[in-house]
């Protein structure tokens, strides 16, 4: 009902506590002025009102058809901009290997404590390393994605993806393990990124897939 | 066959038609609250394709939905009937279990005075397609639509919960200070008509001809009784009791599974009932312009014709009051309830009070 404050002044100008009337020349905020009669009426008013939504009846829709499969249309599936923190991923090496050496930086500067590995020594035919995680488990129940474990890398191993519709129907599917999050990152294809830095400081292969897109 | 056999044939269309549009109502509504938001609404759960029920009997309809989201009152309705029945321990439970029932059977009772189409020649007797042709015509459906106050006020009673009591002390107060407007306004009608029977308020528009509608007769009782219908069925921008807002659910907040689900169908079915009245009283019941030549045909086919089309006509207006009503409801807030009640007193009851004396002037004869 629009200037319902004019109609109040009307309804209740005998009792004691009647508002004051408006001063002349006082700032009215749009729709707190005192109504006409034909305001008064309410009907034309309303129709307006009514005009006004049946016009909305063909607006094109804010909310869209979403059913997750439509990756393509940006209109129809929601992509991030750049640099959007999401599900987390492991890269690898050119040899296969998880690019990780079990520092356990990210660990330590996980907030939300979320990380776990488990180092263990590095096979006998890898030569860049001595370490690398046995284990290595992040809880996204608890990840507040903050992306400091990304920025605590030292080889950049970890990162965090654009993917924001992480769902299971178990609380474990939310544990990802070593297996599930190199997978994670081979499924989006940035597995390998361009700024590729060897344990030695030495960058290395540039890849053509830019980092976090779809 | 026998004659009380066809007599099976209103009672059927009313009920049946009643009961089986309600779903409809129920995914309109959430249609057009949707659209008017510029959202999309339900659209998942459709006849064909992914979700549908055939999908979740094991048949597979293929990728694409069909008509997605109308199959959801049908899930709803199954959750409303899974859902535990929650009585809580501190209720009257007999008057709590009672106050749904008589906030659905009301509106169905109101309908039977209603005529829903064009009357049938049975062994040379007009029988018109009407459940229970009363002397006391729509006086029934002021009398028995009252009664639906009954359910809201006693689930709000019965609850023993002060959302609800405020709920159902609302619904009556509503109650009363709109069915004088109401009664007023058709009052004028009956004046107008020199009768209370639909049937024959319906008679006469219909040898009037299209311009022989109640609307255009009586156009200010055409619109106190739309505003008062509203109040009656609780709808925005008078659904006080109810009014979530404040009152969490007003008169069925502690109400779970069917039993609200009974409330809800109460609303749309007394939804139906008033659009019913609204067509049967004002725009002409079953007629429709083209009836007079059809009906006078020889052939008994083009008089069944005649009959269906009546059938349609009648469910068009009433279908058009509710979508109005769900149009109006996702348009304008809710009344305050001073609001309300100055509405209802000082409005409605003196313009009734001057149609009356209106239609008297004018109908001196």
Known sequence: ?214 | MAPYLWKLLPILLVFGGVLGIVPLLVFLERKICALIQDRLGPNRVGILGPDSPLEILGIKTGEKRFLGGLMQPLADAIKLIAKEDIIPPHVEKYLFEFAPFFALLPPFLAFAVIPVGAPLMIDGKEMPLVVADVGVGFLWILAVASLSAYGVALGGWASNNKYALLGGIRATAQMISYEIGLGMALLAVAMQYQSVEPVQIVKQQVEGGFLGWGVFHQPLAFLLFTICAFAENNRLPFDLPECEAELVGGYHTEYSSMKFGMFFQGEYIAMLTMGGLLATLFLGGWHYPGYAALSASDSGFVQIVAVVLSLVSFGIKTMGFVLFSMWVRWTLPRFRYDQLMNLGWKVIVPVALFNIVLTAMLNIH
């Open chain 1, 1 to 214: 009902m629009a200037g319902g404050h004019g109609h109040d002044s009307h309804g209740h100008a005998e009792t004691a506590t009647a508002t004051p009337p408006i001063p002349e020349g006082a700032f009215l905020a749009p729709g707190n002025t005192e109504m006409t009669w034909v305001e008064k009426l309410y009907l034309p008013e309303i129709m307006k009102g009514l005009g006004n939504t049946f016009t909305h009846l063909f607006h094109k829709t804010f909310t869209v058809d979403y059913d997750g499969t439509q990756r393509d249309d940006p209109r129809k599936f929601h992509i991030p901009r750049e640099g959007y923190r999401g599900e987390h991923y492991l890269k690898k090496d050119e040899a296969g290997h998880v690019k990780c050496v079990a520092c356990f930086m990210c660990a330590a500067a996980c907030p939300a404590e979320c990380i776990h590995i488990e180092a263990e020594a590095v096979p006998a035919d890898w030569q860049d390393r001595e370490r690398y995680p046995k284990r290595f488990e992040i809880d996204l129940l608890r990840c507040i994605y903050c992306g400091m474990c990304e920025e605590a890398c030292p080889v950049d191993a970890i990162a965090l993806s654009t993917t924001y519709n992480v769902v299971a129907d178990q609380r474990e599917a939310k544990v990802y393990n070593r297996e599930k999050l190199l997978h994670r990152g081979e499924e989006l294809g940035i597995s390998l990124t361009k700024h590729h830095y060897r344990p030695d400081g030495i960058p290395g292969h540039v890849p053509e897939k830019k980092a976090g897109g779809h």
